[in-house]
């Protein structure tokens, strides 16, 4: 006769789910009711931006669209994409983008790797500078002097050298590498006669996919969206990115009272100003939109999460 607690169970499966109380069930009522009302109030002026941009420039000035296009019309992306300055502008946004989030990302892993190893000389005084960056900042006139004396004016380097690391990054990415990745590594690799560029191409980098892909993301919305740096640095249209080319294109379309003497046409200007504002958001935030779902997994491990393979 067999023994019941000895009987194997089948397929050696364990039913191994909690069951919740009544608490929980309301606890996560009330959460679930609090994300879906953040969502909407998130997603519903998405919704009505896209909407707009594609709804006639009358439909707009009216307040009539809500969440659906209302005369449905291409005039808005038509008055964008007809200038020939986007295509420029798009082509210099993307290597802005490319060039300056590989030269961020360079910076700050070999600074936080390095600030990371405890044995370092001077770590902490090092820390402190980068910290004193953070609080105070030289102020546009100095920073506009140095560019100038440095020659980088009117060139790309003015948007990709000024802000190579980011020290809230950098210190993210030091601490995650001093927290998520054991010591006792370093020491296996030293053994093993792994030199420090050897140990951070094989070791650190791999197991910090999470917080590089993170930190990539901020660097590279940072350099898309940049506007300020441009409209100092740069005075030749051919190294405009699309921030400034957009707004280019908006001022142009604004509506001046005094110069307009025709209502009809004062209204009709006035509506594909409204249009254009709503297509230039769209526009100027896609790219970012397409990418962010490639990178949001690792929003969803955190920036504080490793592995370690033994």
């Not at 607690?5 to 397929?11: E, H, I, K």
């Not at 969502?39 to 439909?59: D, R």
Request: glycine content about 6%; charged content about 10%; overall charge neutral.
């Amino acid at each position: 006769m067999v023994n019941a607690q000895s009987r194997p169970v089948s397929g050696g499966a364990v039913n191994n789910k909690i069951k919740m109380t009544r608490e929980d069930k309301v606890f996560r009522g009330i959460v679930l009711v609090i994300l879906s009302a953040m969502f909407l109030i998130i997603l519903v002026p998405l919704i009505h931006i896209v909407a707009s941009s594609f709804s006639s420039p009358n439909a707009v000035a009216a307040g009539k669209v809500l969440l659906w296009p209302v005369e449905p019309s291409l005039e808005g992306y038509t008055a964008v994409f007809t200038n020939d300055m986007i295509g420029i502008g798009y082509m210099n946004s993307i290597i802005y983008t490319v060039a300056g989030t590989c030269i961020n990302i360079a910076m700050t892993v070999i600074t936080a790797y390095a600030l990371a190893c405890p044995g370092l000389p001077g770590r902490g005084i090092v820390m402190m500078l980068f910290t004193f960056t953070m609080l105070f900042d030289a102020g546009m006139i100095p920073n506009y002097m140095l560019l100038k004396d440095l020659n980088l004016l009117n060139t790309r380097w003015a948007m990709l050298l000024p802000g190579a690391i980011g020290a809230y990054n950098m210190i993210i990415t030091r601490t995650f590498i001093a927290n998520s990745i054991p010591q006792e590594m370093r020491e296996a690799a030293d053994i093993d006669g792994c030199s420090d560029i050897q140990y951070l191409i094989h070791v650190v980098l791999p197991l910090s996919k999470a917080v590089i892909a993170v930190i990539t993301l901020y660097y590279a919305v940072a350099h898309w969206n940049s506007y300020f740096n441009a409209f100092l640095y740069l005075t030749k249209k051919d190294l405009f990115p699309l921030q400034i080319v957009l707004r280019d294109i908006l001022i142009a379309n604004t509506l001046d009272p005094g110069a307009i003497l025709d209502p009809e046409l004062m209204a009709a200007k006035q509506g594909m100003a409204n249009l254009l504002k709503y297509a230039l958001v769209v526009v100027a935030s896609l790219p970012v939109m397409c990418i962010y779902p490639f990178i949001q997994k690792h929003f969803v491990q955190g920036v504080m999460i490793g592995s370690v393979k033994g």
